[in-house]
């Protein structure tokens, strides 16, 4: 498969995967399944990577790419310990006045939501789509700045039906 056609073939899959997901769990078509909906709108980047490669081959040039970020696995720990204790840390003069304890305060509830948005949110579920798959397949047509321009304005695109925009503009 020429080489020219993945970033196409990633495109579609990550644009379709998390778009018409999207258009589902708007529609409220399938409302038993809006959490896996959820999943699939926050992951169709990360997710469209990996059949791209599956599809045209180079899972394992992406296994060589994330091995040397396991290696600095304790600058992961800190980033993950680092919210937790800043957040212990604020709530502590609430905690000490409100004479309840973490688990009666709603302290774990927040905890929780954190932990969830933290390994479920945030760029966890689209940074190995974008970065780590469309990227390095612009870079080879592009230089690296042209590619990350490119990565960009294709990621801004992508964010347009959570913005809202989208819907105006269809309606």
């Known amino acids: 498969m020429r080489s020219a056609s993945r970033p196409i073939i990633f495109l579609i899959l990550a644009f379709g995967i998390s778009w018409i997901s999207w258009g589902i769990r708007t529609a409220e078509w399938l409302p038993q399944y809006r959490p896996v909906l959820s999943l699939l709108i926050k ?3 990360s997710l469209a990577g990996v ?6 081959g180079g899972l394992d040039r ?12 304790r600058w992961s ?3 993950l310990i680092l919210p937790f204790l800043a957040l212990g840390i604020a709530a502590l003069p609430w905690i ?3 004479g309840t304890s973490g688990a009666d305060s709603g302290l774990t509830a927040l905890v929780t939501l954190l932990a969830i948005r933290t390994f479920a949110g945030g760029g966890v579920g689209e940074e190995l789509g974008w970065r780590g798959v ?8 592009w230089s690296p700045f042209q ?3 490119l990565v960009g304005a294709i990621w801004a695109l992508w964010h347009l039906p959570a913005t809202g925009i989208f819907g105006a503009v269809l309606l």
């Open 96 to 98: 000490l006045t409100s």
């Open 147 to 149: 590619a990350a321009l």
């Open 134 to 141: 469309l990227q390095p397949l612009l870079a080879a047509r």
């Open 43 to 45: 992951f169709g980047p």
């Open 62 to 73: 992406l296994g060589r790419q994330l091995l040397p970020g396991l290696r600095l696995a």
């Open 77 to 79: 720990l800190h980033g």
């Open 51 to 56: 059949l791209t490669l599956v599809i045209c």
